[in-house]
């Protein structure tokens, strides 16, 4: 089976441009996770799709983040424009259900961004 | 809201075991998960507590203590391959995982 799929894996851009990252779930994974993981820290969540929906985005920094998964299959995330401190490791997970207390998330390698 | 401590760094030798602590503070959680991450890549899920007690996969085991709010991670026979960083998290509503630092695991021959 294959995991997660994410693209591009390194990124390096000035602040002020845009830049998008995308990820492909486990085939059949209804729900999917983008999180934000800084150097030293812990993967933060930003934005939690069931299917096409969106289920949590309250911390998705919303006047330059943006998300969206199409068709409840790939999704694509958005920085527009980049900052400084959005330099991070950008993670995708899917997991099967509808994100109860028994179901995995796995994830993807990640998009390493780095904004100078 | 809800925060997770662990110890930044934890060193060990090859074939010793390890235990890597977890302090939790949260208003209600589903569960207790760790995920292990080598550097540069994808955090990679170990182990679930949905209930107080030890859950035992091979070499790791989890335990879980609502009422302390604590969890562990324990690793036997440790191996080189083990060294890298770990990741005790609460799964909250919504299956939404909240992570804490990490723990750097470093195994010396």
């Given amino acids: 089976e294959a995991g997660v799929a994410q693209s591009p894996r390194y990124k390096i851009i000035e602040k002020r441009q845009s830049v998008a990252f995308w990820c492909n779930p486990i085939s059949g994974h209804a729900t999917l996770y983008w999180y934000q993981q800084i150097l030293g820290q812990g993967p933060k969540l930003l934005i939690q799709f069931q299917n096409n929906g969106v289920v949590d985005d309250s911390q998705l920094p919303k006047d330059r983040f943006s998300a969206e998964r199409l068709k409840g299959v790939d999704s694509t995330l958005k920085i527009q424009p980049a900052k400084l401190e959005d330099s991070a490791v950008y993670l995708c997970a899917s997991s099967l259900l509808a994100g109860g207390p028994a179901d995995t998330q796995y994830f993807g390698p990640g998009t390493r961004l780095t904004v100078l | ?109």
């Fill in chain 2, 1 to 109: 809201g809800q925060s997770l401590e662990q110890p930044s760094e934890v060193t060990a030798v090859e074939g010793a075991i390890v235990q890597i602590n977890c302090t939790y503070q949260t208003s209600g959680f589903y569960g207790l998960s760790w995920y292990q991450q080598h550097d540069g890549g994808a955090p990679t899920f170990l182990s679930y507590n949905a209930l107080d007690g030890l859950e035992e996969t091979g070499r790791f085991s989890s335990f879980l203590s609502r009422s302390d709010s604590y969890g562990y991670l324990l690793l036997q026979e440790l191996q080189m391959k083990d060294s890298a960083s770990y990741f005790c998290a609460l799964k909250a509503q919504g299956g939404k995982l909240i992570f804490g630092q990490g723990t750097e695991l470093s195994v010396k021959p």
